[in-house]
């Protein structure tokens, strides 16, 4: 979805309106590419909690650094579809 995200951006990039079938690939892009990191998110952070509270703290560690890579991913993509919007798609 990362892909398709990235082509509906510059698509919403041209000069043009969205017909209705445009917007719904926006849409449907951007939400897949945004919810599969989301449930990533849930599970690294729960096998994190789990892991810090059992002392396991290497992996504690190691799921702590997965979990901010995801959230770095995470205000990447809001931040391109928020900055799509704002600049080609609102009045």
Not at 9 to 29: F, H
Not at 48 to 53: F, G, I, N, P, Q
């Amino acid at each position: 979805y990362d892909q398709m995200a990235a082509y509906m951006g510059e698509v919403a990039a041209e000069d043009k309106d969205l017909d209705p079938e445009e917007r719904n690939l926006l849409s449907v892009a951007f939400k897949n590419a945004i919810g599969a990191r989301r449930a990533s998110w849930r599970i690294v952070s729960a096998w994190e909690a789990r892991e810090t509270s059992t002392g396991n703290l290497e992996n504690a560690t190691v799921g702590k650094e997965y979990r901010e890579q995801i959230e770095g991913e995470l205000q990447y993509l809001c931040g391109s579809v928020l900055k799509t919007l704002e600049a080609y798609l609102l009045p």
